[in-house]
């Protein structure tokens, strides 16, 4: 066992840098882990309380096991650790002082509420104080090219890959007549892929100190190819069949009139996806010009306000003639059949008052009013 003895004149730094790192990884956790769940938590799919819990299990794992590799290049990658051979405090004060201006900056930014790199940050540092240090030949700058490289790379390698999978999923999902059930098929798929990916990096890229140096490249495609046919299968068997239970309780709740989502589309296509078997039964012998009647009316509304638009704009030009019928409409429902529709009505001659000029644009704000308390 190797025993480390630090100097008491250098102890104060080691203890700077430990309490620093802390307040360090705080500020990353606030500004970055927004990167890895916003789109998540966004969608809807987690809640932030979801999100932070897996954020602090996911990200802390990420760090032991595949976060070596990336710290040993900061360490000794980017600045000629050999120059410092005879001037240990030199770079101890430099590396504390890295770590002081990447977190105040971390932390800085991320009270601004501006989404910045941690990497960026602490790479930014390291270079800030080898120049200040040793100048120009203090700097590894051909591995500092890799490195500021890789920063347009990544962007536009993950923008490439995100535009594939969203035409893959547009085109074999979203555009398909039963989107839910077949987004449900594809759904193992997706797991064990990801999985895949992920374990393959562990395996592969992670630390020595855990031993990943030892698996042959063999055993890293057998390990990480095994589980993620593993994860399909449990995906497949027992989180699909949850899921298509739980989405169609859910439809059956809300029924075919209720729309908790902005999307009507979405919940339209749920709602295709439930065998008629299973429909809710309050909806039997209902007729359906009936059950489309929120559709209409919300039609109408938008043609309504669209109408209201162009008047008032009529009327701040000096255009309007409150004389001539001005774009009037006239909803007619007819609920015996279930018939919406709006008509062109004509209006009463009226005075120059501009009180009376804008009856015609009252008149389809009310319908608005009225179809949007219908469909609540």
């Known amino acids: 066992m190797v025993e480390i003895v630090i100097p008491n004149e250098y102890l104060w730094m080691v203890i700077v840098g430990f309490i620093v790192a802390f307040v360090l990884a705080f500020g990353l956790g606030a500004n970055d882990v927004a990167n890895s769940f916003g789109t998540s938590v966004g969608s809807g799919v987690l809640t932030l309380r979801t999100a932070c819990i897996l954020a602090t299990i996911f990200e802390t794992l990420g760090a032991v096991l595949i976060g070596y590799r990336v710290s ?61 240090a040793k100048g120009a030949s203090g700097v590894n700058w051909a591995r500092l090219g890799l ?49 895949v990916i992920n374990l393959f990096s562990v395996f592969y890229e ?10 042959p490249l063999w055993g890293v495609f057998i390990l990480s190819f ?16 949850w899921m298509r239970r739980k989405i169609q309780k859910e439809v059956l709740y809300e029924g075919p009139g209720d729309t908790k989502s902005e999307d009507s589309k979405v919940k339209y296509t749920f709602q295709k996806s439930v065998p008629n078997s299973k429909r809710n039964s309050l909806t039997d012998g209902i007729d359906p010009k009936m059950l489309s009647l929120p559709e209409k009316i919300t039609e109408v509304a938008h043609e309504l306000e669209l109408q209201e638009k162009e008047n008032m704009e009529k009327i701040q030009n000096g255009s309007f003639d409150s004389t001539r019928n001005e774009n009037g409409l006239n909803l007619n429902v007819n609920f015996s059949n279930g018939d919406i529709s709006p008509q062109k009505k004509r209006c009463p001659p009226m005075s120059a008052a501009p009180l ?3 009856l015609p644009l009252s008149v389809p704000s009310l319908y608005s009013t009225i179809a949007r308390i219908l469909l609540t």
């Not at 050999?82 to 800085?108: D, H, K």
């Not at 009270?111 to 930014?124: F, K, W």
């Not at 992670?206 to 698996?215: A, C, E, K, P």
């Not at 095994?226 to 069949?241: E, K």
Request: charged share 10%; hydrophobic share 50%.
């Open 226 to 241: 095994g589980m993620g046919i593993i994860c399909c299968l449990l995906v497949r068997f027992l989180m699909v069949p």
């Open 206 to 215: 992670g630390s020595n100190l855990l031993g990943f140096d030892r698996i």
């Open 72 to 132: 040993d290049t900061i360490r000794k990658g980017i600045i000629d650790v050999e120059l410092y051979r005879n001037q240990t405090e030199l770079l101890m004060v430099g590396q504390v002082s890295a770590l002081t201006g990447s977190c105040v900056w971390l932390i800085a930014a991320t009270v601004l509420r501006l989404p910045v790199s941690g990497t960026h940050s602490i790479v930014g540092a390291t270079i800030g104080f080898a120049l200040v």
């Open 356 to 358: 009376v000029a804008m």
């Open 147 to 195: 490195i500021i490289g890789s920063w347009f790379i990544s962007p536009i390698t993950s923008g490439a890959v995100s535009t594939g999978l969203f035409f893959v999923v547009k085109y074999f999902i979203l555009t398909k007549e039963n989107q839910l059930e077949i987004g449900l098929r594809f759904l193992p798929i997706f797991y064990g892929v990801t999985l």
